[in-house]
């Protein structure tokens, strides 16, 4: 799948990083949630031209952080916890504003982005959406982008392995739905999911 317009737009964007590893993490966290959300959707039985919409998604899912670089990221040593993670939580929305004014993302691929928060339960963020309202592909990233995050090494922790990542899933699994969640566990345990692994080693390693 190609995303080169994709890396274009976080590499602008991705100027207001002061430090490099930030930018390098972003990348490399989109394309591991990318790849993981094409194939629970080719699991699922979804088209080409969705699973090339939520390539996009997952790759740009976070975009709205790195409006919010100087917050988020580091030169925010005076802004509190809570503060920050107000902030945080604006990115869904703020993902909006961006890939609108680039005008070439589809209102399916920003609708997946604004809600990539969401709960299936109705816990998420921003809007509270639960179950059906949350729009479908919103619910496959939110399934890829808690277990990406869990098996990626963090400032604060190391990384979770991987059936250490699924059992604490399996304990929030209120999060998500249910019929994606198991399609997405045949994605881990199945011969596909090597290519993923690769990727998550590598960046793990830097
Ligand atoms: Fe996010």
């Known amino acids: 799948m190609n995303l080169e317009r994709e890396r274009q737009l976080i590499g602008r964007m991705g100027e207001r990083l002061t430090v490099e590893q930030d930018l390098k993490d972003f990348y490399a966290h989109g394309e591991i949630v990318s790849r993981l959300a094409v194939l629970t959707a080719k699991e699922l039985g979804e088209d080409e031209t969705f699973c090339r919409e939520i390539a996009v998604a997952g790759m740009l899912h976070d975009i709205g952080k790195l409006e919010l670089a100087d917050v988020i990221y580091g030169n925010s040593d005076n802004i509190m916890a809570v503060e920050r993670s107000k902030y945080v939580r ?19 691929v920003i609708s ?24 479908y592909g919103a619910r496959i990233l939110r399934v890829c982008d808690v277990f990406a995050a ?13 059936d250490t990542a699924v059992e604490m ?12 969640f198991l399609a997405f ?3 881990v345990y199945s011969k596909d999911f090597t290519a ?9 390693a830097r």
């Open 90 to 108: 604006m990115h869904p929305t703020l993902g909006i504003d961006v890939l609108r004014k680039e005008g070439a993302y589809s209102e399916e």
């Open 112 to 135: 997946f982005i604004a809600n990539h928060h969401e709960n299936f339960d109705g816990t998420g963020y921003p809007n509270h959406l639960e179950g059906d309202e949350i729009p």
């Open 150 to 162: 869990l098996v990626s090494n963090r400032a604060y922790r190391s990384a979770f392995g991987v």
């Open 169 to 180: 899933m399996i304990d929030d699994v209120k999060d998500y739905d249910m019929h994606i």
């Open 185 to 187: 566990l045949k994605v």
């Open 196 to 204: 993923v692994r690769e990727m998550i080693d590598r960046a793990n």
